[in-house]
């Protein structure tokens, strides 16, 4: 690898040939088995079926009496039909045994229908009582068709049937639905660990006050926040001396399915990073036709793990992740590559400029659906992405984007 510091780059990788050939040498981690109760989030590496019917037991879909519908023909309210009360039913409870023709069930929402009858007459529409011999009744005031609020067997979710398709990120309610039908554990994929490598000797732990040349880091919080929205889980941060040996026992030691180098990636005499990655590994791509983050880079150990070279500037090292990084930790926890923001057509109010050939990070402020770029494009105002509501990516083809021009915009809310 040519060294480039104090020299410079001589060229720029275009973004989307950066992102190619992410696309080719990143895949998904392998599966893992999970308890069920620990599902939500994770991504399911195969459909899941029912193990069991839900319901598996003919049920009650109100609160009244079961019977078998045909015995209430005719009833009126002032011809009630007498059925004999032979027992109740609760879920959990059931009524034990079978009933004839001419008898009821008490039953409750949710209990099982005993063998015998097909319906259920609405409370408010029977009456108990005692009959001639003094044995209790209920009397039907008005006929229930059969079948009427009677769950069938598979009514919610049938024995076999896909609950979730394949390379679905587990929602609430889908692991609900599976522990219904009896399922206990998931198969899903390993989620991503990732080590955050923070070089530069004028860093102070965040929640340290600045002090003479010293400034707080602030990408380690952002990376870490990134990373943990992109699937990631046990990631650690280690603060490494802007010496060339500290960098490389740090990269050599580091583990992890994904190394994130912050700063140290430019052309500086300081910058070690892309070298020691090289004498390391293999460096892919180091410095690409965007603004910001053009000396953003990666590359990869022995193995495969790849190591993203994001620049210190904090814009930049956010910008670098979002475009490498992220869809990168996505892909391999099983998640689509795409950024996951929010998108929102938006209208032009003050023009988009940038230089043709390549990609621009743009923040801007969305009023309504007018968007206005941030006036400032210094990579070091990180509290340009504060101000900003969003980002509009202006592709390497396009120079100026003209006030009334429809454009995406990504929201930096979800
Ligand atoms: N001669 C050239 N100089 C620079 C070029 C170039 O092409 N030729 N590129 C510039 C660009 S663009 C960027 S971006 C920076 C990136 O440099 P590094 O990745 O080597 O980053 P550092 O020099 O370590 O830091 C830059 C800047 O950011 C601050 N910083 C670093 N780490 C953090 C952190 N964790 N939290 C907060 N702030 C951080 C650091 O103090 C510096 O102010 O290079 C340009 N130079
Ligand atoms: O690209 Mo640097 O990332 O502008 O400051």
Redesign the pocket.
Known sequence: MRDVRMRGFREHTAVERALEVLERRIQRLADELVPIAEAVGRVAVEPVRARISVPHFVRAAMDGYALLGEATAGAAALAPVELALVGASFPGRPHAGAIRRGEAVRITTGAPVPEGADAVLVAERAEEGAGRDGAAVVRAREPVPSGKHVAAIGEDVLEGAEVVPAGRRLRPQDVGVLASTGVAEVRVVRRPSVRILITGDELLPPGSAPSGACIVDTNSLVLSALARRDGAEDIAVAYVPDRREAVRSALEAAGGDVVLVSGGSSVGSEDHAPLVLAELGEVVVHGVA???????GFGFLPGGRAVFLL?G?P??CL??YEFFAGPSIRALGGLPRAWPHRRRRCVVASEIVSQPGRVDYVRVRVEGDRVFPIATS???ILSSTTRADGVVIVQAEEAVIGEGAEVEVLLYDA
């Open positions: 965007m603004r910001p983050a053009k000396p953003a620049p500037n814009v930049s910008c670098a210094g990579a070091s």
